[in-house]
């Protein structure tokens, strides 16, 4: 017997008024029999998708049919969300094969029978509590083993999405894959390939944003997963590195991902952190003194994620933050570096992206030596940074003390010259910020005109438009 919040019996009155049954089934049992909290409801029942619409509607509930074609339809029961689905004899195949159809079950014990996993093939009878665990599931969740419902080989072989929730969920718990599970893998892989984007990318998502990521990515690494939908990053595997690394480029990507992850990094850095160091193979070569370097490798790593990111659909705004991250990792901050030379770096990342340009730093020195960084090793740019923010001085064209329009009423003409010279005066700014007073820049901007518009003095007074 398992524990049932309340709010579940209530719900499981509605389908009994009806003589109907209802099954708390999938991650919600699987996560509490782990001890953790379930985060979504989902519930099997013996009823039609239109007769649990109508015992619903009949209480006054609203029902949305979410996906009526394949038996579910989504109540809103005292501010929770439910799932509900009749009993199924098949999942949605994501083999690009079949064609998205269903068919009822009869009973509880044969819908688990089309679950993935005997962790996730566990269901409880509401409101009492009585479990059905066919597949011994709750043996296996307590050994921590992730093990196929039946043959390996059949359920990856009909579905290719479920090798992927395989080392995902194998991330996400720290649990072992069965060894026959694990071997079946590999051999399914063109199955795997045939599933739509957006779906791996969510799995991948989720071994990004779980505890401990390496243990997923390793994990496709040792089943082909990762050659297939990864070969950027599974190439990086025996890239060996010089200097203080003491890893290959791929196990250096992975712990800066787990450093990242430990230290509840943004997804982005997660990412950016996985990714840093992909174009590495590609510039890989060896200088005079028989030294692997692989210069410029942040521009061809940030080209290469690109494509990565995109080829999984990610946002414009997810590709872009990850894209520029990976760009800039490599700045090497020296105390000789001029206040100017501070001011060009916070302009060149963006102040919005510094904290997370830290964090992938961070990431990146812990993962070259396998120990944690000195602690203050960024502290001295931080410092810097946080200086020049505070003096407020200008960085950008709109904190300029002109305007375009104080040029074009001095007689510069509206046009592609006007952008130009406003950045040269910004560019001027950046290296004395003293500069920034309205005459100051008027008398630049007519040096700059060769003093071919005598209206560009400093002596002519601009008018406002
Ligand atoms: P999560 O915690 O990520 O939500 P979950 O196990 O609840 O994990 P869902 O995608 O919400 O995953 O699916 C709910 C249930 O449906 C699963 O527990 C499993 O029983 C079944 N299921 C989901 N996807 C598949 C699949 N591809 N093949 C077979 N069964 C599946
Ligand atoms: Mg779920």
Same mark, same amino acid.
């Given at each position: 017997m398992l524990f049932i919040p309340r709010i579940l019996k209530d719900i499981a009155l509605i389908f009994t008024a009806s003589?109907? !049954?209802s099954f708390l089934v999938g991650g919600a049992v699987r996560d509490m029999l782990r001890g953790e909290q379930a985060h979504d409801f989902d519930l099997a029942t013996d009823a039609t998708p239109e007769e649990v619409s109508a015992m619903f509607r009949a209480k006054g509930r609203a029902i949305i049919p979410t996906g009526i074609k394949h038996g579910t339809v989504t109540a809103h029961f005292k501010g929770e969300a439910f799932e509900i689905t009749? $009993? /199924?004899?098949?999942?949605?195949?994501?083999?690009? /094969? #079949? &064609? %998205?159809k269903v068919a009822y079950a009869a009973t509880i014990e044969e819908d688990l029978s089309r679950r993935d996993f005997t962790m996730n093939a566990i269901a409880v009878e509401l409101p009492k509590g009585r479990v059905v665990d066919p597949f011994n599931g709750r043996v296996d969740i307590q050994n921590r083993i992730i093990r196929c419902v039946g043959s390996p080989l059949e359920r990856f072989g009909e579905d290719g999405l479920r090798s992927l929730r395989c080392v995902r969920f194998a991330s996400q718990f720290g649990f072992s894959v069965d060894k026959e599970t694990l071997a079946a893998i590999p051999r399914t892989l063109s199955i795997t390939a045939k599933v739509a984007a957006e779906r791996k990318r969510d799995e991948l998502d989720k071994i990004a944003g779980s505890e401990k990521p390496s243990t997923g990515f390793l994990l496709m690494e040792q089943t082909g997963l990762l050659h297939e939908l990864l070969p950027e990053l599974a190439v990086c595997r025996n890239v060996e590195q010089k200097g203080g690394h003491r890893f290959d480029v791929l196990d250096h990507s992975l712990l800066a991902c787990d450093f990242a992850a430990k230290k509840g990094s943004p997804h982005e850095v997660r990412l950016a952190a996985l990714f840093h160091d992909i174009g590495k193979p590609v510039v890989c070569a060896m200088n005079e003194f028989g030294v692997r370097t692989f210069y410029r490798h942040e521009r061809e790593g940030a080209a290469l994620a690109k494509n990565i990111l995109s080829r999984f659909r990610y946002s414009k705004s997810v590709i872009d933050a990850v894209v520029h *991250?990976?760009? %800039? #990792?490599? $700045?090497q901050y020296g105390e000789d570096w001029s206040d100017a030379a501070v001011r /060009? $770096?916070?302009?060149?990342?963006? %102040?919005?992206? *510094?904290t997370n340009l830290y964090m992938l730093r961070h990431a990146d020195a812990f993962a070259t030596a396998g120990e944690p960084p000195r602690p203050d090793f960024l502290i001295p740019l931080m410092d810097r940074v946080d200086r020049v923010l505070k003096e407020k001085e200008a *960085?950008?064209?709109k904190? *300029?003390?002109i305007s375009g329009k104080d040029l074009i009423a001095l007689g510069v003409k509206p046009g592609p010259r006007l952008g130009v010279i406003l950045n040269e005066l910004l560019e001027a700014v950046l290296d004395d910020p003293e500069l920034n007073a309205k005459e100051k820049l008027l008398e630049?901007?007519?040096k700059m005109e060769g003093g071919a518009q005598r209206s560009l003095t400093?002596?002519?007074? &601009? !008018?406002k438009m």
């Open positions: 003589g109907k !049954q009749t $009993f /199924r004899t098949e999942a949605d195949y994501h083999d690009g /094969r #079949h &064609p %998205e *991250l990976i760009e %800039e #990792h490599m $700045f /060009r $770096f916070i302009i060149r990342v963006g %102040e919005a992206h *510094l *960085l950008s064209l904190d *300029l003390a630049i901007a007519g400093p002596s002519a007074s &601009p !008018q």
